[in-house]
């Protein structure tokens, strides 16, 4: 599971693990591009748009639609129809809405059409192909790797972006995020990571750790001290990759996958991760989910959520007094704006790499950061006073600060159900720590191994 998805019921890891071993090799790919398909709706704002209003000169196009840009060959002082794919919703969307009016009302001839396909991932190769792809593409980074493989997506650094640039503009975590194959095929909006979020009412400074290894002792004074359970993960109990990660890398695996298709979960460190998981499951809550972390902060029978922004409108709406302290090195996905190749093709691709400067800037994302709580990728803007004022975007920030970018690997869809349904093995009990990655290594590699 990726960011943004809230889980409300547990999977039955025991039936989860004899239903995999039982699957031919064959059915391990099928199941993982199905998991990697799934985590991405889960990931993404999953409500139908809010369609913009009669009166805005920024329109948003049926779900369904592939939209059909016109044939532009954008002469200097010409009218330039930019259309840009997104995954926003409700409130979020209507505050980007309004920033891309902006840029409307300051750029005369330029117009911004959105559109939310239903099924970007199928849609964006066949409306390319057909020449009718969009000039903007506002999407996960994770993403990268097998687009720019496809052709669906162009290299920035043939349209003039130029590292020096990105280091100057960009925090470094979300520069390493957006490039793969030598080149930089996007530039990054907002970046996301998890972080323990806990009860400032119920936690003293004394249970708050240093690191993972502290955190274990924390959780288990806690316990003793106050009969209590000091952390909730939706990943303990459940196969999700992405919330154990912090755990993981902490122990210093550099990536589940590389983008050379090498997997790192048969080493030491995913081991010592592991076992420090197991550990966690004897002063921890059997079944961790969404709900039972988020009601656990509230009424104080959880001193600690593991998780990310996109909690904190529910945590602030039950009154909870809380904290944000960074742990580990957590996964760090990133929502970038890459140019399609059909802007190239229709000579759109400078307009397009202006909007997407813009929209990526310190100022838009300042502004974004206070309306919708996002943790902007523009350095200068977490440096302004006005995210300093939001400890939850700043904590988050720091968070981000010390994790590892979401792998922009093609064969990074092989990564989650393997290390997710691994872990949650581990914290049942079913499998020990190195049966567990032993098994979790193997479908990694006959995964990858097909996929090339």
């Not at 039982?22 to 990697?36: C, N, Q, W, Y």
């Not at 902006?102 to 199928?122: F, N, Q, R, W």
Request: glycine share 8%; hydrophobic share 45%; proline share 6%.
């Amino acid at each position: 599971m990726r960011p943004g998805a809230k889980r409300e019921d547990s999977f039955s890891a025991l039936f989860y693990y004899s239903s995999v071993k039982m699957k031919p090799l064959i059915a391990l790919l099928t199941s993982a591009l199905t998991g990697a398909s799934l985590i991405l709706t889960a990931c993404s704002d999953t409500p139908s748009p809010a369609e913009a209003t009669a009166t805005s000169p920024v329109t948003q196009s049926a779900a369904t639609a592939i939209t059909t840009a016109p044939s532009i060959t954008a002469p200097a002082g010409q009218p330039v129809h930019i259309t840009i794919w997104h995954q926003w919703d409700g409130a979020r969307l209507d505050a980007i809405s309004q920033v891309l009016r902006d840029y409307e009302a300051t750029h005369a001839g330029v117009t911004i059409e959105l559109s939310k396909p239903d099924d970007i991932v199928s849609a964006l190769t066949t409306a390319t192909k057909a020449g009718q792809g969009p000039d903007i593409i506002s999407w996960s980074n994770d993403q990268i790797g097998e687009q720019a493989l496809k052709g669906n997506i162009v290299a920035l650094n043939d349209e003039g972006v130029t590292d020096a640039f990105m280091k100057s503009a960009y925090e470094p975590v979300a520069v390493k995020g957006v490039a793969a194959r030598g080149k930089l095929w996007a530039l990054p909006e907002t970046q996301e990571a998890i972080a323990l979020i806990y009860n400032k009412n119920t936690v003293s400074d004394k249970y708050l750790p240093k690191n993972l290894n502290d955190l274990l002792d924390k959780a288990r004074a806690y316990q003793k001290d106050t009969g209590k359970v000091l952390v909730c993960n939706e990943g303990f109990g459940d196969p999700d990759a992405l919330r154990v990660a912090p755990i993981y890398f902490g122990f210093g695996v550099p990536a589940y996958i590389d983008e050379t298709g090498k997997d790192y979960v048969g080493g030491t460190e995913m081991l010592k991760g592991a076992e420090w998981l197991a550990g966690m499951a004897k002063v921890s809550l059997h079944k961790n989910n969404y709900g039972v972390c988020n009601a656990g902060l509230k009424d104080g029978t959880v001193g600690m959520w593991w998780t990310g922004p996109w909690a904190i409108n529910d945590i602030e709406a039950n009154g909870v007094d809380y904290g944000v302290l960074p742990m580990g090195k957590p996964f760090v996905s990133l929502k970038v704006m890459m140019i399609g190749k059909n802007a190239l093709d229709r000579k759109t691709d400078k307009t397009a790499l202006e909007v997407v400067k813009y929209f990526t800037s310190a100022e838009v994302q300042t502004k974004l950061a206070i309306a919708n709580r996002t943790i902007p990728a523009a350095s200068a803007a977490l440096k302004s006073a006005d995210i300093a004022r939001l400890p939850a975007v700043s904590g988050f920030a720091a968070a981000a600060a010390a994790g590892i970018p979401m792998s922009t690997s093609p064969f990074a869809r092989a990564q989650w159900d393997p290390v997710g349904v691994a872990s949650a093995l581990v914290w049942v009990g079913a499998q020990t720590p190195a049966e567990a990655m032993a098994d979790a290594d193997k479908q990694i590699k006959t995964a990858i191994g097909q996929m090339k």
